[in-house]
């Protein structure tokens, strides 16, 4: 069995990460590496959530529902039991937004359909039996509604593993479905993800706070990828502003998200920001932004 | 049984105040590594000097508010930690306390359990050689643990400039300009954000010129930028291999606990040790290896930040982890988030030409609030 984990290499502050591997050598026993999972939704429109088990339990554990741009991690021992489970049986269901017509931040509540629009099943999918990941990824990308895309321990060596499986036939290695599985027809939607903060502030270089700016945010979402054919640029992206706020006097400003994958944006016609956009991975309580005077 | 690997942090220092134990020893058989902690032999208590081969021995089960004396050398020992069965999982030690090898240490037990000693050796160093010296005894005599541990966080002049995140071959003066006005931001944020990254612990973060009483480390913040030896990796990184750009495959050193190559301190028990990060470290040179730091605050106070509690994290003897958090050794700027001083299995990171090994040791975790709880006095007890 081959042991490796994400490494995320350094040096790189533009982008948000790149992605190599470092072999893991396990030292003093048998026992596992501790890993985790994260569920992210890189939808535009719809909600997610998925069920998760170690092949031959009985019982999915469910994460909370996800808005666009939510993730969710948790450590398998919390989850599921074991360190490093070897195979796993997934479940993810899509829920359409009940008041689409609606930012995602003016609508209170956030109520989905009462039952999936799309859901997909895997059994015994290959895990830690296979290759061991620190943080076993599996993203739900933005598709047509009534289908779903699920990219699954991208940039790993499990990912080559799972590109092989006749399941993982989509041009990108990643898993597709559409419609909606008979046992899985009236599965209700979970609670939503509880929310955690997006804040920050906006000083002068000298560090004076930086009233009535506005701050914009937007999710990110992820579509089918083929940096081969230019066509499909762009792959990734940030949706439609989904909520905006102002800073108060102490130049700061927050919003409530679920933790996930969001751009913050600055404006105001009396100011220009260092930088003018930051893309974040949520919670994150201390953004800094500096304001300059436009001349 | 297979070699076990031992970790190393850098260029291994060498073990000192090897042989300090009685000449009546008996030999404990060979625990090569990769037995369970619950297969690990058990040492008496007694203050009998013995030589103990391999890494793991059972102290038996100890009640809480005990006293622990922990004698522990040997030529090729570098380190000992304290563990205590894991409530979470079977067959695993969380660490609370630990020593630099040749010490002659005390421990106070928090709560009651099955504890262990795990001995770490000088890398390199194979079966025949991991051999200690071990004495352990129970005192009557409770010892007085400190409260807190005050770090006091300097910032060198031009740290931000001189080089720190300006690029000395193509930076511009505009770039220069920027950096000089965010200065005392930067410093006020970074300072916010270790106090913030520290709440709830005993580990208190001072300015610069705060009057402190009793023992202080300090973290400095140094501009310079530190190219790595081939074999220090202590917190030194590689950037991701891109074949179009060889000229940034350069490994720098972003912090370190001082003097250079001393890793950590197990146990906290040097309460007025140093540590730095280095600023210049974080920038690359030339336009084509420049990071976009220098026009990103946000950047900036996150990973300064981050490195610094990093290293503060190995100043009272936290090591590497595999699970992300805090003190994984790729935290700082791989990953753009705020992160916490999460629980992990202990690892080690080993120079492999120009790769890096990471080797773990599953059966070791690092639970910082544990590990906190147990060297400094705090209220929580069983």
């Known amino acids: ?295 | 049984m297979t070699t076990c690997r031992k970790n190393r942090y850098g260029v291994g220092i060498v073990a000192v105040g090897v042989t300090l134990l009685s000449l009546l020893t008996s030999c404990i058989p060979l625990n090569d590594g990769r037995d369970t902690l619950a297969a690990a032999i058990a040492i008496p208590l007694d203050g009998v000097a013995r030589n103990m081969v391999g890494n793991l021995a059972s102290l038996g089960v100890i009640e809480s508010d005990s006293t622990l004396q922990i004698s522990a050398g040997g030529t090729n020992v570098r380190r000992v930690l304290l563990l205590r069965a894991d409530a979470e999982r079977e067959s695993t030690g969380v660490m609370v306390g630990g020593a630099m090898a040749g010490m002659t240490s005390v421990y106070q037990t928090v709560r009651t359990g099955e504890h262990f000693l795990f001995v770490e050796y000088n890398a390199g160093t194979t079966v025949p050689g991991q051999t200690a010296d071990v004495s352990v005894s129970l005192l009557n005599d409770s010892i007085e643990r400190p409260s807190r541990q005050i770090v006091r966080v300097v910032f060198e002049d031009g740290f931000l400039t001189d080089p720190g995140l300006l690029d000395p071959v193509d930076g511009t003066a505009a770039d220069r300009a920027f950096l000089d006005s965010i200065e005392s931001t930067v410093r006020d944020e970074v300072l916010a954000s270790l106090r913030n990254l520290f709440d709830q612990t005993p580990i208190d973060i001072v300015e610069t010129d705060a009057s402190v009483a009793g023992p202080v480390s300090t973290l400095t913040f140094s501009p310079k930028r530190v190219l790595a030896d081939q074999n220090d990796i202590n917190d030194a990184a590689l950037p991701p291999a891109d074949p179009n750009r060889p000229q940034c495959q350069v490994r720098v050193v972003f912090g370190e606990v001082l003097p250079s190559g001393t890793g950590l301190d197990p146990g906290n028990r040097n309460p007025q040790d140093d540590a730095v990060v280095y600023v210049g470290s974080f920038q690359g040179r030339g336009e084509t290896c420049r990071t976009s730091a220098v026009t990103s605050l946000r950047s900036m106070v996150l990973t300064l930040s981050q490195t610094g509690a990093h290293e503060i994290g190995h100043l009272v003897g936290l090591h590497h982890i595999e699970q992300v958090g805090i003190m994984n050794r790729s935290a700082t700027l791989a990953f753009q988030r705020e992160l916490s001083f999460a629980r992990g299995q202990i690892q080690v990171d080993r120079a492999a030409g120009n790769n890096i090994r990471s080797e773990v040791f599953p059966a070791i975790v690092q639970e910082p609030s544990t590990y906190l709880e147990s060297i400094f006095a705090t209220e929580s007890s069983d």
């Open chain 1, 1 to 295: 069995m081959t042991r490796f984990r994400l490494f995320f290499a350094l040096l790189s502050f533009a982008g948000f990460v790149a992605i190599g591997c470092v072999e893991i050598v396990p030292v003093g026993g048998d026992n596992p590496i501790e890993t985790s999972f994260a569920f992210t939704n890189f939808s535009r429109t719809q909600y997610a959530q998925l069920a998760i088990r170690r092949s031959g339990d009985d019982a999915f554990a469910m994460t909370p529902l996800l808005a666009p741009g939510a993730t969710h991690r948790e450590r398998f021992p919390d989850v599921l039991g074991v360190s490093c489970p070897g195979r796993l049986d997934l479940r993810v269901l899509l829920f359409e937004r009940i008041h689409s017509d609606l930012p995602i931040g003016e609508d209170a509540g956030e109520a989905v359909a009462d039952a999936p629009i799309a859901t997909g099943a895997i059994l015994n999918l290959p895990a830690c039996d296979t290759v061991v990941v620190e943080t076993l990824t599996i993203v739900n990308w933005d598709a047509p509604a009534g289908t779903g895309v699920v990219k699954i321990a991208q940039g790993t060596p499990l990912e080559s593993v799972l590109g092989a499986l006749p399941t993982f036939d989509h041009p990108d290695s990643a898993w597709t479905f559409d419609g909606v599985k008979d046992e899985l027809t009236n599965m209700p939607p979970e609670a939503l993800a509880r929310v955690e903060p997006i804040a920050g502030r906006v000083v002068s270089a000298n560090g004076n706070a930086v009233s009535n700016v506005g701050v914009l945010l937007r999710t990110r979402f992820r579509v089918r990828f083929n940096d081969d054919d230019p066509s499909n640029d762009p792959d990734a992206g940030f949706g439609e502003p989904m909520a905006v706020t102002t800073t108060d006097d102490a130049g700061r400003f927050s919003f409530d998200r679920p933790a996930g994958a969001y751009r913050v944006e600055l404006f105001s016609d009396d100011f220009q920001f260092r930088p003018a956009m930051i893309d974040v991975e949520s919670p994150v309580t201390a953004l800094v932004v500096i304001a300059e005077p436009i001349p």
